[in-house]
């Protein structure tokens, strides 16, 4: 196999509020106004993944005693122009891979 083929995902096991723990991939990261934000899909944990929701989930890097925390974004304008500029870099990239794929 190739090693164009090969992608091993970056998996971060998160917990909620009520301290259930779940398993989402990281599809993007990016600073915007001086703070770090992340944008991550729930990871494939089984064969009925295709089949279930995947909604992207959108967190900030905040700090507490020193130690990064992946946060919810409480603030809805912070929210809708971070979530505005995922998506269109999510955009961007799509448009490259299929740039990619007419010129092979």
């Given amino acids: 196999m190739s090693e164009m ?3 091993t995902p970056e998996l971060f096991e998160l917990i909620d509020s009520e301290g259930n723990k779940k398993n989402f991939e990281l599809i993007d990261a990016v600073e915007f106004g001086g703070e770090q934000y992340y944008a ?3 990871a494939v944990e089984d064969d009925d993944f295709l089949n279930s929701d995947c909604d992207l989930v959108i967190l900030k890097s905040i700090y507490e005693d020193d130690e990064e925390i992946l946060a919810s974004i409480d603030d809805d304008y912070e929210y809708e122009q971070v979530s505005e500029l995922f998506l269109n870099r999510m955009e961007e ?7 990619e794929e007419i010129e092979d």
């Fill in 93 to 99: 990239a799509m448009e490259m891979m299929e740039e």
């Fill in 5 to 7: 083929n090969e992608y």
């Fill in 40 to 42: 991550m899909v729930p």
